[in-house]
């Protein structure tokens, strides 16, 4: 529920992104902006309140979180100019970052065989939200217009602010890093390979995601379909497939298989492009298509999530929060470009926009795997030679003779050490 009410904070407005500009004065080649600002609040608290989730207790920063969505929220539904909206817009995306924190939260209370399914289950919240957001919010506006939805949405941010003080167990982190080397130990995760090449495939995703999402109900608006608002939000019932895509593919993972599954995920979200590009003559092409997208990518992004969460035990807030940064910066590209493509070529730009970036996620998979299998070949398997004579301690004889009788050695304890690339 938390992630759900969450996420559609910065989703909510895709149904209705031309009432918005009509009633606020908004151009139709910027009406993107609407979602993009959002996800670019998103960046912001990505960086700047996601690591606080290794140091303090998650418990409230969920519920203070939500809280401040819900102001962003009121402040949409009352605004009185488009500056007002997206000044709302952009604060509800800063703090809708509770996302993140309740992720990590679920990985860090999860034992290690069940946090692939857990994540899958919380990840399964965040779908639906997304997608059932503009079901509601399309029902909505046709019945109270547009500002209903915001208002909506702050009243269900506050309330859930409250349970959440009243019904989730505390969780609070050893005090034992400061806030400004979390900062610093965020920015040196960009330079680890197996980070890099999810955050990658992340970012191409979500910009074909958002793509989609954030220019289909422009010409589902227009001839030959005008579709009203709640036709149009009702698309996201086909996307609520990708909730089921989310909570298998974490048990996917937890069964070894979260490579593999990214890639034939990967496939299949290129081959939906085919379907989607047959908007403008046929509708169940799209409704395929839709279908095959959301599965695609919420089986990716649990897979990446689990890889992360399993290579950083430790430090899963820091990891899941410099993650989602390549997702909010893919999401705030495919919004703000499909929009200005759909104005000056119709569905034909968005859908080879999608089709390419879905390709180069493919790709950027393809090459981190290749990466992966070449460096596991290289790797040395004989044992390292002896210690010399004086310097074998009875710890230097246990190390060398092999791991210990119990559990083995840190390295093979460690879940980091084998994190599926």
């Given at each position: 529920m938390v992630c759900g009410v969450a996420v559609a904070s910065v989703y909510a407005g895709q149904p209705v992104l031309g009432p918005m500009g009509r009633d606020l004065g908004v151009p139709?080649?910027?009406?993107?902006?609407?979602?993009?600002?959002g996800q670019l609040g998103y960046l912001a608290g990505l960086v700047l309140l996601v690591p606080l989730g290794d140091v303090l207790d998650r418990?409230?920063?969920?519920?203070?979180?939500?809280?401040?969505?819900?102001?962003?929220?009121?402040?949409?539904?009352?605004?009185?100019?488009?500056?007002?909206?997206?000044?709302?817009l952009a604060a509800a995306g800063v703090f809708a970052v509770v996302v993140q924190t309740a992720v990590a939260?679920?990985?860090?209370?999860?034992?290690?065989?069940?946090?692939?399914?857990?994540l899958g289950i919380v990840t399964s919240g965040v779908v639906i939200g997304i997608l059932g957001a503009r079901v509601i919010a399309g029902v909505l506006a046709d019945l109270w217009g547009w500002r209903s939805i915001f208002l909506t949405l702050a009243i269900l941010a506050a309330v859930l602010a409250l349970l959440a003080l009243t019904l989730l167990p505390a969780d609070?982190?050893?005090?034992?890093?400061r806030y400004g080397r979390l900062l610093r130990s965020f920015g040196g995760l960009f330079a680890q390979p197996?980070?890099?090449?999810?955050?990658?495939?992340?970012?191409?995703?979500?910009?074909?995601?958002?793509?989609?999402?954030?220019?289909?109900?422009?010409?589902l608006a227009g001839a030959p379909w005008h579709l009203s608002e709640a036709q149009i939000g009702l698309f996201g019932v086909a996307g609520l497939a990708g909730a089921l895509g989310a909570a298998r593919s974490g048990r996917w993972g937890d069964a070894g298989h979260a490579r593999r599954v990214t890639g034939i995920a990967l496939a299949l979200l290129l081959a939906s492009w085919a379907a989607i590009g047959q908007l403008p003559w046929s509708l169940p092409p799209l409704i395929l298509g839709v279908i095959l997208l959301d599965f695609a990518v919420q089986a990716v992004h649990v897979s990446n999530?689990?890889?992360?969460?399993?290579?950083?035990?430790?430090?899963?807030?820091?990891?899941?929060?410099?993650?989602?940064?390549?997702?909010?910066?893919?999401?705030?590209?495919?919004?703000?470009?499909?929009?200005?493509?759909?104005?000056?070529?119709?569905?034909?730009?968005?859908?080879?926009?999608?089709?390419?970036?879905?390709?180069?996620a493919l790709a950027t998979w393809a090459f981190s795997a290749q990466t992966?299998?070449?460096?596991?070949?290289?790797?040395?398997?004989?044992?390292?030679?002896p210690a010399p004579a004086?310097?074998?301690?009875?710890?230097?004889?246990?190390?060398?003779?092999?791991?210990?009788?119990?559990?083995?050695?840190a390295e093979t304890r460690d879940p980091a050490s084998h994190a599926d690339p």
């Open positions: 139709v080649d910027s009406l993107g902006w609407f979602v993009a600002t418990r409230r920063l969920i519920a203070a979180h939500l809280a401040l969505v819900a102001a962003g929220m009121a402040i949409t539904a009352a605004a009185p100019a488009a500056w007002a909206a997206f000044s709302g939260y679920t990985a860090s209370i999860s034992p290690s065989a069940e946090r692939g399914r857990n609070g982190r050893p005090n034992t890093a197996v980070f890099l090449s999810r955050g990658l495939i992340a970012f191409f995703l979500f910009a074909s995601f958002g793509t989609l999402w954030s220019g289909m109900a422009l010409p999530q689990h890889t992360l969460t399993t290579a950083y035990p430790g430090r899963a807030s820091t990891a899941i929060g410099a993650y989602m940064v390549f997702y909010s910066l893919g999401s705030a590209l495919g919004a703000a470009a499909t929009t200005a493509l759909f104005d000056a070529t119709g569905w034909i730009g968005p859908t080879v926009l999608g089709a390419t970036l879905a390709l180069c992966a299998s070449r460096a596991a070949r290289l790797t040395p398997t004989r044992p390292p030679p004086h310097a074998r301690t009875p710890s230097s004889l246990t190390n060398h003779l092999g791991p210990e009788p119990r559990g083995g050695t």
